[in-house]
Structure formats: C-alpha cells, structure tokens
C-alpha cells in the first residue's frame, strides 16, 4: 500500500473501521484500491491467485501492456484453488507473477509435512511455466528477479512463479505464539538475515548512506505516523444509513 501511495492514515483508518476508506466494511486486511491497480485481499486460502489470473486474462484480451501480480505463503501451495489459478494462468499464457513466500510455516505446519518438495518453485514445471528461487531476505535479488518476471510477461512470456525463502518471526496472527512450535534455534538462526538490518549494513558499507542518515530517516518515519495516527483518529464513524450500500443491486 505504501509503495502505491497509500497514506498511512488511509491505513490506520481501516484498522479503525472508520468512514475511510471503505466505510467500515470487513476487516483491516479486505480493502483495495482499483485506481492504484490493487484489489482485495481474499482470507480463503489461493482464491486470490485465480482472481488474479482473472485480471491478467482481462490485459491480455484488451492488449494491454500490463501485469498482475500477487502473492501466497507456503501453506497456499497445498489447496485445490492455488493449483487451479496456476495452471489456468499457465494454459492461457497469461501476464502474471506469483511470490510464494515460503517462511517454512504454514502456521504451525512445517513445510516437510505439506509437501516432499525441497523446492515449492519446483511445482511451476508441473504447470510448464518459469520457476524461480531467491533469497526472500535479500532486498535487490527480490527486486531483481521480480522486474525480470514482469518484463518476461509484459513481452508475452507468460507467467512466473518465483519462490522467496525466507522466515516468519512473528506468528501467523497476533493471537498465535510461534515459540510454541517454532525450535528457537531457527528464530536464533533467521535473526541474523533480517531483511531490514542486512540492507541498511550494504548501504552502509557501499556508501550509500550512513548510520546517522538512516537514524534522521526513522525520526521522520516516527513524527509522519504520529500525525497520520491524529489524522485516522478523527476520522468520523460511517453513518449507519451506508450499512446496505454495495451489499444489494442500486440503480
């Protein structure tokens, strides 16, 4: 959201269920924004990746130059609907990217009782399209191997499925305790490859920028959110009227 312009108020807004942007419809994660090229999120697991699929067949039928592109965790790769949304976007040729980011846990499932795959880009050679594996900590090897996979698609290479390896240090949900099944010697391990600390040491170390750059750059960050939070707090509640708008057919 934020990379498309989103304002963090927007955001903070939605977690509030506040008027904006949605009127207080569904929960902090349902909400898109078409003039960004976002759509919803959907909560059942791979229903995203068909629909997505949808919107890249859309661009292909109009010509249009442009790609869609969502994202799965490793537990989506183990349901009907992620399957089906990934051959029907090989079989059409279709202008899309999936990430899988595999964090090694499909909540409390460790991949090796999902599948016998070492590799989940592997299942892409089932369907006869590109697969892909990256470093899911490493910043610009993401950055690079994704601008390759739109520029494949929009060129009418078809469809990629690239799988970032990576870790979830926290739980699935704010109610799930990972340490509970999580060996603390990976938490120890994934410590050391955040994504965040890792980037800031290269950009230090090439000389890009400097510690104290990055620390001015946080307390900005910090004073933005601070008023964004004022912003989303006097947003007003949407007006009961609305409950019904965009739940029947309206003229």
């Known amino acids: 959201c934020l990379v498309r312009g989103i304002e963090p108020g927007i955001l903070m807004s939605q977690y509030m269920a506040r008027s904006i942007p949605v009127g207080g419809r569904d929960n902090a994660l349902h909400f898109?924004?078409?003039d960004k090229g976002m759509v919803s999120t959907i909560s059942p697991l791979g229903g995203l990746v068909s629909v997505m699929a949808g919107v890249a067949l859309a661009f292909k039928i109009r010509g249009e130059k442009k790609v869609a592109m969502t994202y799965?965790?490793?537990?989506?790769?183990?349901?009907?609907a992620w399957h089906e949304g990934v051959n029907f976007a090989a079989v059409q040729d279709l202008p899309f990217v999936l990430i899988v980011e595999n964090n090694g846990w499909a909540y409390s499932t460790p991949v090796h009782r999902q599948?016998?795959?070492?590799?989940?880009?592997?299942?892409?050679?089932?369907?006869?399209?590109?697969?892909?594996?990256?470093?899911?900590n490493d910043v610009e090897a993401v950055h690079s191997v994704t601008k390759q996979a739109v520029e494949r698609a929009r060129a009418g290479g078809g469809p990629t499925?690239?799988?970032?390896?990576?870790f979830r240090r926290l739980g699935h949900s704010?109610?799930?305790?990972?340490?509970?099944?999580?060996?603390?010697?990976?938490f120890a391990e994934w410590e050391k490859k955040?994504?965040?600390?890792?980037?800031?040491?290269r950009l230090i170390k090439d000389g890009v920028t400097?510690?104290?750059?990055?620390?001015?750059?946080?307390?900005?960050?910090?004073?933005?959110?601070?008023?964004?939070?004022?912003?989303?707090?006097?947003?007003?509640?949407p007006d009961p009227a609305t409950m019904t708008h965009g739940v029947y057919a309206e003229d």
């Open 32 to 34: 898109g924004f078409l």
């Open 72 to 80: 799965s965790g490793d537990g989506q790769t183990s349901t009907g």
């Open 115 to 136: 599948t016998r795959l070492k590799d989940l880009a592997d299942r892409a050679k089932a369907y006869g399209m590109a697969g892909v594996i990256v470093d899911g």
């Open 161 to 166: 499925l690239i799988e970032a390896k990576t």
């Open 174 to 186: 704010e109610h799930d305790d990972p340490r509970k099944y999580v060996p603390a010697e990976q």
């Open 194 to 201: 955040d994504p965040i600390d890792l980037y800031e040491q």
């Open 210 to 237: 400097t510690s104290a750059k990055i620390a001015k750059i946080e307390t900005r960050i910090e004073a933005e959110l601070d008023e964004a939070q004022t912003w989303a707090e006097a947003v007003p509640p």
